[in-house]
């Protein structure tokens, strides 16, 4: 039976912009429909970090009870259904299966059940909410920027939820002489060059290399033994594959207070992608299809212009196109990856049907990437 729920997601952070959870919302005709979804999704579950599950518009009824929950999750509850007979039936299911709960659109006045204990209390700032009076952490969401993070911490919120870190940063400037290293680096492999005139580049810069080996030898490549040294990468691996691990050192490369949301958000996507465009690219283009998403926050991450990081590397038209024009035959796929994070799923689905994706491919690969992304931070 094919699924008829999408999940979309969002980052949580703390004051300090450090992940704390990875947020899931669960688009579905009904509850049931999410249940069945969530179930078939266990294999892939991200375990790096707690995962908060809202049900989107739905009321959350006992049939959630038939989701066999993980252990790192906390259920969302809306303000707005706590008087529900179906809602209050089921929390205190929740509570006595040790499942946490969040109290989601908290408004001054909500009258909350006195026998729950909320994990943390998510306001829509949109509508003026102060952390005032919420229970448990508090939570901002709704930010549109940096700068409005930085006043929501300042007013007494313990942190955010969503993409406000995409947008306030500073203006584009330079490439800095570390991430021009790399990309130096990149176009070595990309080009073919001697192993030893690579080797030269890694050894101006040990933790460079350090950080190479240690994203190659992750638990996301599989392989069967340990990698030891560029050369011995390259014998196993080969340049094309290479790629894609190299590409990883520029993205990691930032040390932006918003590094790591920016991070896990490019990496995520790279390996969506990847996933989703198995039966569309053999294993070559699936690489570039990788890049695309790593590098489709670049701009952000190393704080210049997208053109200006793309004019010193050597990469196939089809990134590039995609990344700079939004054009070629990986744009539908970035789109795609992006869509992924809305909170409403509209855009999601009308992107799905357009590549003739099911859903459950494209939630098994939102939930893969995530999970790959989370493990390289570790």
């Known amino acids: 039976m094919s699924q008829t729920t999408l999940l979309t997601r969002e980052p949580v952070v703390n004051k300090n912009r450090a992940i704390t959870a990875n947020r899931l919302i669960a688009h579905g005709p009904n509850v049931a429909a999410v249940v069945e979804t969530l179930n078939a999704l266990g294999d892939v579950w991200p375990t790096h970090h ?169 638990a996301g490549f599989g392989l069967m033994c340990e990698i030891q040294s560029f050369r011995h990468a390259v014998s196993i691996l080969g340049y094309n594959a290479l790629n894609k691990w190299l590409s990883l050192l520029l993205v990691t490369a930032s040390r932006d207070p918003s590094a790591p949301s920016m991070m896990q958000t490019a990496i995520a996507r790279g390996r969506f992608m990847e996933e989703v465009g198995t039966s569309y690219f053999d294993a070559s283009e699936r690489d570039n299809l990788f890049i695309t998403g790593a590098f489709s926050l670049l701009h952000l991450l190393l704080g210049t212009s997208m053109q200006a990081v793309l004019d010193e590397m050597n990469l196939p038209a089809s990134v590039t196109d995609a990344l700079v024009h939004g054009e070629g035959e990986f744009a539908p796929f970035l789109r795609l990856a992006q869509h992924c994070e809305a909170f409403d799923g509209a855009g999601l689905n009308k992107a799905a049907e357009a590549l003739h994706l099911p859903f459950d491919r494209i939630n098994r690969a939102l939930l893969t990437g995530l999970a790959f992304a989370d493990s390289l931070q570790a």
């Open 50 to 218: 707690p995962v908060f599950v809202s049900l989107g518009r739905l009321v959350p009824t006992l049939e959630l009870m038939d989701w066999k929950i993980p252990d790192n999750t906390t259920i969302e509850i809306p303000a707005q259904t706590l008087a529900h007979p179906q809602t209050q039936a089921l929390m205190p299911r929740l509570r006595d299966s040790g499942v946490p709960m969040n109290l989601t659109w908290f408004a001054a006045g909500t009258a909350l059940p006195p026998d729950i204990d909320w994990r943390f209390a998510i306001l829509d700032v949109r509508r003026g909410m102060a952390p005032a009076g919420a229970p448990g952490l508090k939570l901002a969401w709704g930010l549109p920027d940096v700068n409005a993070f930085r006043q929501a911490v300042g007013a007494g919120f313990d942190g955010a939820s969503g993409w406000f870190f995409l947008h306030g940063n500073p203006p584009a400037k330079e490439l800095s002489p570390g991430h021009a290293q790399i990309v130096r680096l990149l176009n070595l492999v990309r080009n073919n060059a001697e192993i030893r005139d690579i080797e030269n580049v890694l050894k101006q810069d040990v933790a460079l290399s350090y950080k190479l080996l240690r994203y190659i030898n992750s």
